[in-house]
């Protein structure tokens, strides 16, 4: 088993359950042990960052050092939390004032201190393609998805060491991740847009029409189904997906799943929640 500390991210345990729901039986069948980070808080959510960006560094730091307790290094299902953290960690191992600083904080609320250096954060996708392995991945499929499937990966991952060895401008791990699942990618032009997820309640009608851009492009591309790497961006494209076509009219309506769903159904898990994909697929995407 390959170990590592688990953070779900602000929404996987509360809004997003079946995103906790379906990451620990996959971790399971592909020989992850996910170690609870006991005490873990938000990472801020970029939102923090703009009114107090040392506070959302704090409380990132905070969370690091719970996972550096746990000794190993820490593994999210969204995309927007990967970003976040990544941005934090290097902020920490490159600035020694703004560490010392943080450190104080932290000693003074928590007791504890953080050795920015031996550690790493990593998205769920980059840890199955670079990690476990395609080859292991593919081969414990149970439910070959037969799809045609858009990969959104969102902004916020997408930048030199946070994203694995893949192309960080042209990202394609989850394009074969789908492939060894059974499924057809499809690719589209704004598979890295961002949806304007932290902006949802001061720029409604312009992040609908990001919101509204990611899903008509891939519907016109031919996906059946979009799978999202974001449990953040997640809620734009699923829940405002009627009001999002609307505003901008364009035909937005399709299903969205998050990664981890598409995956532990592919394993066969859950498949009486997650049979009706193909279904769902038919109905909502015509």
């Known amino acids: 088993m390959v170990k590592y500390s688990y953070y779900p991210g602000n929404v996987a345990r509360q809004a997003s359950q079946e995103v906790e729901d379906t990451i ?22 970029d939102i923090i960052k703009q009114g107090n960006p040392e506070l959302q560094l704090a409380l990132n730091a905070r969370n690091f050092a719970i996972a550096q307790r746990n000794g190993h290094n820490i593994i999210t299902p969204c995309a927007s939390a990967q970003g976040i953290m990544f941005e934090a960690l290097t902020t920490l191992q490159n600035d020694p004032i703004a560490l010392a600083k943080t450190n104080r904080v932290l000693e003074d609320t928590t007791g504890m201190t953080l050795d920015p250096s031996t550690l790493e954060t990593n998205h769920l996708l980059h840890i199955l393609v670079d990690e476990i392995g395609l080859d292991k991945v593919e081969a414990a499929v149970v439910n070959q998805l037969d799809l045609d499937i858009a990969c959104y990966y969102g902004p916020h991952m997408q ?31 704004s598979k890295t847009m961002s949806v304007g997820n932290p902006s949802l309640l001061t720029l409604g009608e312009s992040v609908m029409k990001m919101t509204a851009k990611v899903l008509a492009d891939s519907k016109k591309a031919g996906a059946q189904v979009l799978v999202s790497a974001c449990t953040l961006s997640h809620y734009n494209l699923d829940s405002y997906q009627g009001k999002a076509g609307r505003i901008a009219k364009l035909d937005t309506a399709l299903p969205v799943v998050n990664l981890t769903e598409i995956i532990a159904f592919a394993l066969g898990h859950h498949i009486d929640r997650f049979a009706q994909l193909r279904t769902r697929a038919l109905i909502i995407g015509s």
């Open 24 to 45: 620990q039986p996959l971790a399971k069948s592909l020989g992850i042990e996910l170690i609870e980070m006991i005490g873990y808080s938000s990472d801020g959510g």
């Open 159 to 189: 930048r030199e060491g946070a994203c694995g060895n893949d192309d960080v401008w042209n990202p394609n791990y989850m394009e074969k991740l789908i492939t060894a699942l059974g499924g057809r990618p499809v690719d589209f032009p």
